[in-house]
Every structure is written in C-alpha cells, then in structure tokens.
C-alpha cells in the first residue's frame, strides 16, 4: 500500500442497525454458528453469477479470467480462515452500501419485533437474512479486499472491521492495489473457533450446506506426512462441492436436505422451507422449475414496488435473480429457480416484458405452485394452515390478478365465518357450501373493518336466528376479494350489507307478509323519518333482517358497500357519495315510542342513524350533537 493509499483511509461509522444486528447475531445465532460459511459461499457464489451476466454484453469483464470459482483457505498460523471468488467484485461505493448498511425494506418492522429473548431472536433474525454480517458469528475481526471487474488494479477497496476494543462498531475503507478482479473476506478467528482451522471441518460444512453451489469451491488439497506424522497442505486445488445445477438432476437423486440446502441458498433464508415443486417441462418449451414455498413472511412482502421473483437461468447460465415476470405478483413469497432451454443468453428485462416464451414460462410456473398449495390444503392440512396465516392474504390479490386461474384461487381462500365465530381464518368455500342449509342458493358474506365489527354486525342478527353462515371478511383485500369473485361453484356471493334482504325459500310466506303489513301501517312514520334526514339516506324502509338492534345502514343493490367505501376514502380516492338506507326493526321498543313521538322526533331519528352508522364501523360527522342529543334524550325519559 503506497503512503497516498493510506492517507486515503476513512474511518466510518456502522448504520445504527448494523450495530445491534451484529451484537444480536453474535449472542444469538452463535448455536448454529456454521451458517457463516454458508453465507459467505452463498454471496460470493452470487457475485460469479453477476459477473456472467453482465459479460453477456462486456466479454471484456472476465479479463482473459472466464473459468469462475470461490476458494477457501485456512492459515492456522495467523488463525484466519479466507473465503474467496473471482466475480463480479466491488467499487469503494459499492463497498459502503453493501457492508456499512442495511439497505432492506422491513428494517424497522423488524427491530420492533425483537424480544431480548435469545431464542426468538435466533428465529426472527433468520427471517431477516444474515448474509455478510454472519461472519462475525466466529470472527473479531474481518478484513475484505475486493475490486470490481472492470475496474483498474489500483481502483480495489479494503474495508476492516474489528468488533473488540474502542473501535468496535467501526470500519475503515482504504483503497489498495489487487491485481485480480473479485472479493476476498479474511476472518481472524475467535480465540474459541480452533475447530474451523481444520481442513476436514470446513470440507464438512461445506459439503453440508454449500454442495448445491453451481460454481466449484476449491480448497488445497492435503495428504499424510509420514516424517511430521500430520496432514501437509499440498500446492494442488481440490473441488470439494459437487458444483453442478442441484435443478438440473433427476428428483430420485436429490435428497430433502440437499433441496432444503439449495432454498436456504437460492432465498436467502435461515428456516427451511414448507414446500416445493421440482419438474422438468419437454415438448414446444423446455424448461426446468425447482420452485419453493417459503415456512415464513419476508418483511417486504406487503411492498409490491420491492424487486421479488425466481432467479433465471438459461441452459444453466445465471441471467437474473429478481425476474418478477416469470411469476404473478399475488405469488411474490415463491423463490425458487428456473432453467429455460428456450431464451437467448442475452435476454433484458425489456425483451422479458415481450416474450412470448416469458409467458408460456410464467403460466407453467403458475400452474405448478398452485397445484403444489391444492396438494398443501388436501394433503398437508397442517401445513396449509401455516401456509395461510403467512401468505394468505397475498394469495387473495390473485382473485382480480389473475382470471385465467381465479376458480383455482378461490378454491384455496380460507375465511373467518359465524360457524365458529372465532378470527381464525380456517373456512373454505367448499367447506361453507358443503353446510349450507337447505334451500339456499348464495353464499353469504359481511364485510367491516375488524373482526370484531363484522362478527357484532346487526346485519347478522336474522342470520344468527335461523342457523345460516355467514363469511366475516375484516381484511382490507377481502373487499378485492368479493368485488372480483361473484359466485363459486355456482353460488352466487351475496353481502348481507347490500339491498334488500332476499333469503328465498330460506324465507317463510308469514314473515314476508308482516314485512309489507307493517310497512303499511308505518308508512307515515317512515316518510317522515325519510324528511328529518333529508340528505343523510336514500331511503327508509321495514326489515325483518333486525331482531335484537333497532336500525342498521345497507348499501342500495349497485351501490359501492359502505366499508369499500371507507376504506377508498382512506386511502385518499375521492368517491362519489351514496347515500344509505335506513332499514329499522319494526318490534324495537325505540321504533314503537316514535309511532307517538312528536317534540323530539328529530332528535330520535337522528340518533337511530347516527347508532346505526357506528354499529356498521363509520364514523360521525358531528360526534359532539350525537353525545347532546343523548344526554337531552335521556333527561327528557326521567322527566327532568
């Protein structure tokens, strides 16, 4: 290093995340501290394949150097174990976004998740993604030397970190001179890691965890000294991973753990996987789908602008690892591999938004993964639950994404309903029409802002009365949901919120005739309720849907449900305004007093509809009137 390089150092300071994931993986991860050298192939494995893919159009980036691979070294003298590749590499700017910050989504959901406790901890941190950072599991110290391809030998980074002493916390860049393009990390052991300065233990975590790697992980080879009575490290490299495309050998000779391997590889995940699809596809289009389910959420997945997908390869060359085209975005947590027989090696992002080939893909990939989730609800059910709870309110976007598949989607919707009236969202549609009632043709569904709100809805009163189901949708995308899914195996959706209550046979000839009788009677009643709150309702009308509340609000037959409509409102669209119906209980003791009320009858139908419209989950436009319309109400009744 020349004295302008070292004067050139910068000693900066970690992201404040960096600094407490770091201590948390330290003290918690360090049971399973050999996911370390997982990590650290995995990454540089990665690196390789960026290189080859941005040589597609620069051959000049593989610097007469095209044969790609990671070494890993061991110095037991120094205590050092290296592990290093020959990709891509790292500019100075490259090396402070990727190792000095967490640059994901999800950063500060996930450090409110934190508990203290180790264990949780172990598993969240999983979750989250160790990568790089894991290297200090084993080390208390890390030096990374790297330069990007392309890049002139004096343009390389070294980035240095120590986690003991007063500089813990801290790093320095410096630039330096490296012949040869790709990144090496050094890691000077803990006083307590001699184990990994044994050669047969690396080979053994590589060949663990690592064995799938496409690219060959060479180590010197050693042999028996009989003079020393020990192991010699000899001049000649050994390849100690089978360095071949796991996707691209037979299911008989892939074993669970190499394919539990290869997602924690390919996802960048701590938890193995819950499932996984492996096929080949021969005939117009060849291809290879090795597809996985994920046991967990990623924290980004509610952010639909993040970069998800499977990574694509064309006749084993790595192309892209976000390809997002070769998946619906309804299926954003699948991770996984595709091989195409079929694409150009230099295919772009642009030439996938157009390719015919793309499709065939995406719509093989999509059957596949669908027809793995309906293996799940059948066959696994335990693991369909878990499925659900993770990733189900994703897959219930696919209902309006994707027509060509909705019968498919909607056949693998769970939700909550009054059959068990609890939140847990265990009920198909299947299942609800499998326990219909005699005589009912719809399946009946309520919508509200919560469980709670949906589950008390006075909707369900007549419901709850005569044993019919009903689904309580408290999700914001249930409403995408039922907007989109109008009928299932020949039932029709029907919201209990909406237009008049029509049960069918369900529905006695006694009670439709009180109905219209005591419409008559009240006829009077009703008009002038109708003119006491002119410009709050469309209408006023009998119903026999009440049997314990005294009114609710529904939304008129083609008008936009009053839930829906909240939540447009909420999100800042600005909706054309319809008014509800008031819909009140005819046997309600409040509904009788009107028949004969006449000071403050105003005042009591205001109250009716302001009741009303909090029991349905909206909110007063005048809380303050609603609160001194009671107080006077309730005087008035003590006679004071």
């Not at 290189?51 to 051959?59: D, I, P, S, V």
């Not at 941190?125 to 160790?130: A, D, H, K, M």
């Not at 006694?510 to 709050?536: F, I, N, Q, R």
């Amino acid at each position: 290093m020349t004295v302008e390089q070292m004067s050139s150092a910068q000693t900066l300071n970690f992201q404040a995340e960096v600094k407490q994931l770091l201590h948390l993986m330290i003290h918690s991860l360090y049971s399973n501290r050999e996911i370390f050298l997982r990590e650290l192939v995995s990454n540089a494995s990665d690196a390789c394949d960026k290189l080859r893919f941005e040589a597609l159009e620069n051959g000049g980036l593989f610097e007469n150097d095209g044969e790609l691979k990671i070494r890993v070294a061991l110095d037991k003298t120094a205590r050092t174990l290296t592990i290093a590749d020959n990709g891509i590499g790292m500019s100075r700017d490259e090396v402070v976004t990727n190792l000095g910050t967490i640059a994901k989504s999800g950063t500060k959901e996930f450090f409110g998740k934190l508990t203290g406790d180790q264990k949780k901890d172990a598993h969240l941190i999983g979750q989250f993604g160790v990568g790089f950072y894991s290297a200090f599991i084993v080390a208390d110290k890390v030096t990374v030397r790297t330069r990007r391809a392309g890049l002139a030998a004096s343009e390389a980074v070294q980035w240095e970190c120590s986690m003991t002493g007063d500089s813990a916390g801290e790093y320095t860049v410096q630039p330096i001179d490296k012949a040869d393009r790709g990144t090496e990390i050094t890691l000077h052991l803990r006083d307590d890691q001699d184990d990994l300065l044994s050669s047969w233990k690396l080979r053994s975590i590589i060949q663990k965890y690592s064995d799938h790697i496409l690219q060959p992980i060479v180590m010197k080879k050693e042999q028996w000294d009989e003079e020393k009575k020990e192991q010699v490290v000899t001049d000649e490299d050994e390849t100690v991973n089978k360095a071949n495309a796991l996707w691209a050998r037979a299911k008989s000779e892939v074993s669970d753990e190499e394919y539990t391997e290869f997602y924690k590889h390919v996802g960048h995940d701590y938890e193995p996987p819950l499932a996984w699809t492996h096929s080949k596809v021969e005939g117009r289009h060849e291809y290879t789908q090795l597809l996985y389910v994920p046991g967990h959420a990623p924290f980004d997945m509610w952010d639909r602008q993040a970069r998800h997908g499977v990574k694509l390869y064309v006749r084993r060359v790595f192309i892209m690892d976000d390809a997002e085209k070769l998946m619906p975005m309804y299926l954003r947590f699948v991770r996984g591999v595709v091989d195409s027989n079929d694409l150009p090696l230099n295919v772009s992002r642009e030439i996938l938004q157009e390719s015919k080939d793309i499709d065939t893909l995406r719509a093989g990939c999509t059957k596949k993964v669908l027809g793995l989730l309906e293996d799940l609800a059948e066959n696994h059910k335990d693991k369909y639950v878990t499925f659900w709870k993770e990733f189900g309110q994703v897959l219930k976007e696919g209902v309006g994404e994707d027509h060509a598949n909705k019968d498919k989607i909607a056949g693998l919707l769970r939700f909550a309903s009054t059959q068990a009236d609890t939140a847990e969202e265990v009920v198909s549609l299947a299942d609800y029409i499998g326990r219909m009632k005699e005589g009912q043709d719809k399946i009946y569904f309520v919508t509200a802002d919560s469980f709670n709100a949906a589950k008390n809805s006075p909707h369900l009163e007549i419901f709850r009365k005569k044993g019919i189901e009903v689904l309580l949708l408290s999700n914001r995308v249930d409403e995408w949901v039922v907007g989109n899914l109008t009928e299932f195996e020949g039932k029709q959706l029907a919201s209990v919120a909406k237009g008049g209550l029509d049960l069918g046979s369900l529905e006695d000839e006694a009670e439709k005739a009180a109905v219209e009788k005591e419409t008559g009677e009240l006829k009077d009643m009703l008009d002038k309720m109708k003119a006491s709150l002119e410009g709050k309702v469309k209408e006023v009308r009998v119903t026999h849907r009440l049997t314990d509340s005294p009114a609710c609000l529904v939304a008129d037959e083609h008008d936009m449900g009053m839930n829906l409509a909240r939540l447009m409102k909420a999100a800042g669209q600005n909706m054309p305004i319809s008014k509800p119906i008031l819909e009140i209980n005819p046997s309600h003791p409040v509904v009788l007093r009107l028949k004969y009320e006449d000071a403050q009858f105003d005042d009591w139908a205001a109250v009716l509809f302001d009741q009303a419209l909090l029991a349905e989950g909206g909110t007063l436009d005048d809380p303050a009137s609603f609160v001194k319309r009671i107080n006077q109400l309730m005087l008035a009744m003590n006679g004071k």
